[in-house]
């Protein structure tokens, strides 16, 4: 296979509406972010993967067919990628594969989300579980992260301020990051007494629905050879999925437990053999994690191998993961938890890992970042896309 | 004519979808669901790793071969995990409620149902009421709907719903 580097990237800045833009509109405006930013235009580009999460959450049926005008695509093969909040990381890895394989050379990446237009969001995310035994009960993507972070609590013994802790730690990164919706910098106290929502989760835990285009351009090795521009090379990626029955996800002959995200640390170990990446904890300068609630973020570290499991509580308590620790920084841009539009979610983990081993992140930037791992998460906890990005297509740790 | 775009007002058009679906539920939910009018929790076992998989499902995804003889479980067993939901969503049920995973005695894997049957408005009690490793009992509808809501769970030795 060849090697896929990525050459420009876009993000909008994001917030709750923009109502001076409609939904192609929005794409258009992070395709040509990233369209400029890679010295290129529409003409250049040779296929489209438009990352689009389920329909009803924005209200448009099948809205690749609206958007198609808006970055060129009439003409071009156009693929739609869906897999929940791994959407906008799933289609990265289309990308990839097209590009790999040998079929293009130069492949836009271009999607937007308008999650506030919907007033229905957790019913329509509720109708994701089997329609007979669990459809009827109020399950949603908050309570069944809320039954993962009570059972991670219990099996490790952390608590509801280290959740906090995490909150803190990216609201202090998104502050930084232009392109994050929730900036404003909070306390442990300011987390711990917003409203509950579903125990232990409360308002303070969670994510927004974000407003906001966002889009990637890749290319061939040759291709990029001929542009002659910094690149950010695709160095690995992994895919694997896990279970919709959380309830096999405890109980005597539990393989997963729902505390955890082993299927996603599969899809990390695969993406860490194709780059030749041995030792997560020395090799990684930079984590840009999918992480919706602050408790995910702690099985979503463990399951990168950057600590062992039980453990992301307490080193984020002695500073770990913060921009400026040593090791690895965790989420500089704010993370999912401070932006969250989720078609475009997994793309932005990705434009960030590209845009920190380039050296462009600004005031947000982790001090000689050569090598980032991104990632994805989307359904009910059951799919997951990993990424190393690295600056370089030397042997990774020398 | 000057026309400026930044100066209009913001336009919305609001929809809402009134969608209507009828699914087929299929022949392994229908036993289950007759068994929910019996008082009894049906679960169905693989004939290869013996699983016995709490709802019962036709096949097994592990061993990826049908499974087979049905089991009837215990009709109480422990909280596996749960959440106690204090805010309303549209489209979701008015708060506040309980929903747990239960592991019941004789099942391999954990049952979704409502938790009834204690005062949620303590939050600090009601968590620990419906701790981890907690036993419950399981409740039936007495004039049963044909869902499965039809059941629910309730902390062992509470005086009922």
């Known amino acids: ?398 | 004519m000057t026309t400026n775009a930044a100066s209009t007002q913001p336009r919305f058009y609001e929809q809402t979808w009134d969608l209507s679906y009828r699914h087929a539920l299929g022949s392994t939910v229908g036993v289950f669901l007759d068994g929910l009018k019996e008082g009894k929790i049906l679960g169905r076992i693989c004939p290869s790793c013996s699983r016995v998989l709490v709802p019962p499902r036709s096949y097994c995804d592990r061993c990826l071969v049908e499974t087979g003889e049905w089991k009837q479980v215990a009709n109480e067993g422990v909280i596996e995990m749960m959440t106690i939901v204090y805010e309303g969503f549209k489209g979701l049920p008015d708060p506040p409620y309980a929903i747990a995973y239960v592991l019941l005695d004789g099942a391999s894997t954990a049952l979704l149902g409502y938790v009834h049957g204690l005062d949620l408005t303590d939050m600090d009690a009601a968590t620990k009421r419906l701790a981890i490793g907690n036993r419950v009992t399981v409740h039936f509808r007495s004039e049963p709907k044909g869902d499965v809501t039809d059941y629910w769970f309730e902390p062992a030795g509470s005086a009922g719903s």
Request: proline share 4%; hydrophobic share 40%; charged share 20%.
């Open chain 1, 1 to 398: 296979m060849r090697n896929v580097g990525i050459i420009g990237v876009g993000q909008t800045d994001f917030v709750k509406t923009r109502t001076d833009v409609t939904y192609p509109e929005l794409v258009r405006e992070g395709a040509l972010l990233a369209l400029d930013d890679a010295g290129l235009t529409m003409n250049d580009i040779e296929a489209v993967v438009v990352p689009l999460a389920p329909d009803a959450l924005i209200g448009i049926g099948n809205g690749e067919r609206w958007l198609i005008e808006s970055i060129g695509a009439t003409g071009k093969p156009v693929m739609r990628v869906n897999n929940g909040g791994a959407t906008g990381a799933s289609a990265v890895e289309v990308a990839w594969t097209h590009i790999a394989s040998g079929l293009f050379d130069v492949v836009l990446v271009a999607g937007a989300d308008r999650v506030s237009e919907s007033l229905s969001a957790q019913s329509v995310l509720n109708k994701m579980w089997d329609v007979a035994y669990e459809r009827p009960y109020p399950q949603n993507t908050i309570t069944m992260l809320a039954m993962s972070a009570m059972r991670y609590n219990h099996l490790y013994g952390s608590d509801e301020r280290d959740m906090a802790r995490v909150t803190v730690k990216n609201r202090r990164h998104a502050s930084l990051n232009p392109h994050a919706h929730l900036r404003t910098i909070v306390t442990e106290e300011d987390v711990l007494e917003s409203r509950m929502l579903s125990w232990p989760l409360k308002l303070g835990d969670l994510c927004p629905s974000s407003t906001g285009g966002a889009a990637m351009v890749l290319v061939s090795e040759e291709y990029a050879a001929r542009l002659g521009k910094p690149v950010a090379w695709i160095r690995g990626l992994g895919q694997n999925t896990e279970t919709i029955w959380m309830g096999d996800r405890v109980g005597p002959d539990v393989e997963g437990d729902h505390a955890d995200a082993d299927a996603l640390k599969v899809a990390f170990q695969r993406a860490y053999a194709q780059a030749g990446l041995t030792d997560p904890k020395s090799q990684i300068d930079v984590a840009e994690i999918y992480a919706p609630f602050s408790s995910v973020e702690f099985h979503v570290i463990e399951a990168a191998g950057l600590c062992e499991k039980g453990e992301a509580p307490g080193l984020l308590a002695q500073g770990s993961f913060h921009l400026g620790s040593d090791g690895v920084v965790v989420n500089p841009s704010g993370g999912t938890q401070c932006t969250n539009p989720i078609a475009v979610t997994g793309t932005v983990r990705v434009i960030e890992a590209a845009t920190q081993v380039l050296g462009r992140a600004g005031d947000r930037q982790v001090a000689g970042a050569n090598v980032a791992i991104a990632s994805a998460i989307g359904g009910d906890h059951q799919f997951y896309s990993t990424f190393v990005i690295a600056n370089h297509l030397d042997p990774i740790g020398l």
